[in-house]
């Protein structure tokens, strides 16, 4: 971490600097949050336990092992009632 004096001549090189603009607190509050959007069918958070070869067989396929396991769970339900 800088030392105040530091964070000083820090802060005074940026406002010397003529390509840099620093927002007002109102020009920051009327930003638009970026990133990925809402999903309309939004995941649940949870933590559960499952057998170590569940597991690793999942993992063996690779990137998306999450997805399989939610698809292969999905397919379980069509044919089983709970």
């Known amino acids: 971490m800088p030392t105040p004096e530091e ?4 802060n005074a090189g940026i406002k010397a600097d003529p390509d840099t603009y620093e927002l007002s607190k109102a020009e920051f509050r009327q930003l638009k949050r ?4 809402k ?4 995941k649940v958070q949870l933590t559960v336990r499952y057998d170590a070869d569940i ?3 999942f993992k063996a396929g690779g990137e998306g092992w999450q997805t399989r396991m939610n698809s292969a ?3 379980w339900l069509k ?3 709970v």
């Open 7 to 10: 964070d000083v001549a820090i």
């Open 34 to 37: 970026v990133g990925r959007p």
């Open 55 to 57: 597991v690793a067989a």
């Open 73 to 75: 769970l999905r397919d």
């Open 79 to 81: 044919t089983h009632s």
């Open 39 to 42: 999903s309309s069918s939004p």
